[in-house]
């Protein structure tokens, strides 16, 4: 674990350099990860949160269209929140 928590520092300050930013994610919940985070103010979404049997395909456990929209919508308000996308990407609906 401290080797992770040292490459996330590291790799966010070499980000930062590059005028960029670190975005988490996990697909585990992590206790320890999440309180760096926090602690870091790093974006973090934790993929293990909101899903129902009826998001994943029954055979695989991948998730389904349904469990797609949910990943994406946690990744939205993280990616609005912290306001990551620069507004020259942004769909011209989103600036507005």
Known sequence: MEESVQMIHALKASLEEEGSSLF?????KNGEIIAE????????VSLNTNFEEEDFFYKDGHWNESGCKKVAHQFY???????????TYKPDFINN
């Open 24 to 28: 988490l994610y996990q697909y585990t």
């Open 37 to 44: 985070a926090r602690e870091n103010r790093i974006p973090l």
């Open 77 to 87: 308000q993280i990616i609005t929140k912290y306001n990551l996308v620069p507004d």
